[in-house]
């Protein structure tokens, strides 16, 4: 059975996908293959003296995400909008499932995954003239 509705919790080192439905919840745990690392900036340096995103890991994180209906992106940092920023430029067709962005600190799984059933609940009751969506 495919899994319609999907969270994703990033940060720069790791990603949590979670593809669910109402009965099943498959989870995917991406390693970053650049693992941010706090930069300063010191005088006469070139560039801004911070770490961008790892593009492999965010292709990988794309890739998790095949065949949603719908998906959240939650996380404690600015991987979250450097994520989103990849994906508004490189999977354009993603983007246009995307039904949120919300900070999130470290959840556990469950709470993760219990945030996100809700979250799609009451997404789901704002729209009362659409067909159902699957759950």
Known sequence: MPHHHAVVWMDHKEAHVFRFTADDVHKERLQAHNPFRK????AGAIGDGHVHGDRAFFDETIEALNDVTEWLLVGPSTAKTEFLH????????????????????????????????HFFKAVDRMQPNSPARPT
């Open 86 to 117: 990849h994906v508004e430029t490189h999977a354009v067709e993603l983007k246009k499932k995307m039904v949120g962005v919300e900070p999130m600190d470290h959840p556990t799984d469950g709470e993760l995954v219990k945030h996100a059933r």
């Open 39 to 42: 930069v300063h900036h010191k």
